[in-house]
């Protein structure tokens, strides 16, 4: 309800109009608040007319059941932090005082909303498969609320990203659209996308590019010889080539 009431009562002689001088008012609580980015903030007045000191219980409503999320003494507003976005939360506060009685304020409905860009994936590596196709690998971006990531490819050199394919839940994909990975190298980068919002988008996440390798063999001396391209992506520089062998 958008009013606060307050109520006072009067005793009544049973055997006269004898009535007793009017109690101390007590007001009933009025719960407000606003729905923020992946939180909400509560207010509610005081329940002034009591003495002493006011525990407030922030509840939420849950599968039909009240329960409590924090609370606080004597402060009267609240700020509920990583709450999920677009979902409907029913809020109540409850107070109690020193007497152990309590009392309920109306109840509130809040939708979280999300704006906030989430923060960059940084891709660890792309490798030719046996197959001839080319998987990804990352680390999920750190923002709690991201789902989906988009993969985009171009080839090197260019700058002509196309996407790809769109992973879901998982910190890597398999490209198998791809062609020519014998003598084309390809470049990969990867967006982490909000799942409250899908026009919240981070950007790009570092790039990596396939390598090639060329074998040779002299006619006369049993030996192979490998060659291949660097493979200069990884974030803190290359340790070691390991060479195998079928």
């Not at 709450?83 to 409907?88: M, R």
Request: aromatic share 12%.
């Amino acid at each position: 309800t958008d009013s606060s009431y307050c109520f006072r009562l009067v005793a009544l002689d049973t055997c006269s109009n004898n009535r007793s001088p009017f109690s101390v008012d007590e007001c009933a609580m009025q719960l407000q608040g606003v729905a923020q980015n992946l939180q909400t903030t509560l207010n509610w007045n005081a329940y002034s007319t009591v003495s002493g000191p006011v525990k407030y219980y922030v509840q939420r409503l849950q599968g039909g059941l009240w329960g409590n999320v924090d609370s606080t003494v004597n402060f009267t507003s609240y700020i509920h932090f990583n709450v999920p976005c677009l979902t409907p939360i029913h809020y109540r506060i409850m107070a109690v005082y020193p007497v152990a009685d309590t009392s309920f304020s109306d109840t509130l409905v809040l939708v979280p909303f999300d704006t906030i860009k989430p923060l960059a994936t940084l891709l660890n590596s792309a490798s030719v498969q046996e197959n001839g196709s080319i998987t990804v690998r990352w680390n999920t971006s750190p923002s709690p609320d991201v789902r989906f990531h988009d993969v985009y490819r171009a080839p090197i050199g260019s700058t002509a990203f196309v996407l790809v394919g769109t992973a879901i839940d998982v910190d890597s994909f398999n490209d198998a659209t791809v062609t020519n990975v014998a003598t084309q190298r390809y470049t990969y980068q990867v967006v982490a996308i909000d799942s409250c919002n899908l026009n919240n988008r981070s950007i790009e996440s570092n790039r990596h590019t396939t390598f090639d390798l060329a074998v040779s063999s002299g006619a006369c001396q049993p030996a192979v010889t490998l060659r291949w391209t660097s493979y200069a992506s990884f974030t803190n520089g290359l340790l070691r080539y390991r060479v195998w062998r079928s």
